[in-house]
């Protein structure tokens, strides 16, 4: 057979075997185009994010006031004299142990040792040789002043002397304006500290203690703060000074400032602190006193005779105590 009609010849063998492959595949197509599509898997749900809970941090507890004064008066009814003092104590300045005391909680108008907040605060934010700008308002502050006037430019070390030594009610404002920035903060701040030191009976409404209306503290409360005002060596200093001459601008030129602390000339030992007076308060006298070891501050409050009262606390402490 020639080789072209052999070729015919396969050709037409295997084109059957072709045409049922072609068929095949077509029917195929056919079945999976009608075939439903799986269904689709499901997203894998998203990773959980773990929620950390976190215990709830109570607030830190404000710390307990340090009980600055305490206990029961060790020397009770050993006064051979009664006192004048509506009000006294008498406490033991190491430690805070009560002595001796006489209506210690009584509140009561304190005039001018009012300032012994008004330092201690101030003396805290005012270096010595800071200036202070004296306000406008300054120079009307009522009753005792040292004269200062309005734009005058003070170092603060000479109005800390005038207000603890003179008892300027000017100075413990200008004071008062520097630390603060204006009156009111401040005597908020002097709130503020006597609450954080534990001061139960005591509310100011002064910087000077020049207005009694709502101004008032306790024998009890004014020996705390003496021990807390007497832990800065500048108030140690400027309160056992007893007379300081300063330079002024002109026309002034000079000052003069005695302590009206009668106690620092009269008593032995007596090393501060302040006195005070108005119409409603009478007269008050915190002292202070070391001999040898002892240390000692009397409080007298509304007295008629306020160096003999201190004296006979003092003594009183210093024989116990010898």
């Not at 807390?228 to 500048?234: G, I, K, L, W, Y």
């Not at 602390?261 to 002292?287: D, E, F, Q």
Request: net charge positive.
């Amino acid at each position: 057979m020639p080789p072209r009609r052999r070729y015919r010849y396969r050709y037409r063998r295997l084109a059957p075997l072709g045409v049922l492959v072609l068929l095949a595949l077509a029917a195929g197509a056919w079945i999976g185009a009608r075939r439903p599509p799986p269904p689709a898997q499901a997203a894998p749900p998203p990773a959980r994010q773990a929620t950390v809970r976190r215990a709830a941090v109570p607030p830190l507890p404000k710390p307990a006031p340090e009980h600055l004064v305490t206990g029961t008066p060790l020397l009770r009814g050993r006064l051979r004299q009664p006192l004048l003092a509506r009000s006294a104590i008498l406490v033991d300045a190491a430690t805070g142990r009560v002595l001796w005391q006489l209506r210690p909680h009584e509140r009561r108008h304190v005039a001018s040792t009012t300032k012994i907040m008004t330092a201690l605060l101030a003396l805290r934010k005012l270096a010595p040789n800071d200036v202070v700008t004296v306000d406008p308002s300054v120079p009307r502050v009522p009753l005792v002043r040292e004269g200062l006037r309005a734009g005058e430019r003070v170092p603060a070390w000479k109005l800390f002397y005038s207000m603890l030594l003179y008892s300027g009610n000017d100075d413990a404002l200008a004071l008062a304006i520097a630390a603060g920035g204006d009156k009111w903060t401040f005597v908020r701040e002097m709130n503020v500290e006597a609450a954080r030191l534990g001061l139960r009976d005591t509310h100011f409404s002064t910087p000077s203690g020049v207005v009694d209306a709502d101004n008032y503290s306790s024998a009890w409360d004014l020996a705390g703060l003496t021990r807390v005002a007497m832990e800065n060596p500048r108030f140690r200093r400027i309160v056992r000074t007893r007379i300081e001459h300063v330079s002024w601008a002109p026309p002034t030129n000079a000052k003069i400032y005695v302590n009206n602390n009668l106690m620092l000339t009269r008593y032995r030992g007596a090393t501060g602190v302040k006195t005070g007076y108005t119409h409603k308060s009478g007269w008050c006298l915190v002292a202070s006193a070391t001999r040898g070891k002892v240390s000692l501050i009397a409080v007298v409050l509304d007295s008629g005779n306020i160096y003999a009262d201190a004296t006979r606390l003092l003594n009183l402490g210093f024989a116990a105590r010898s």
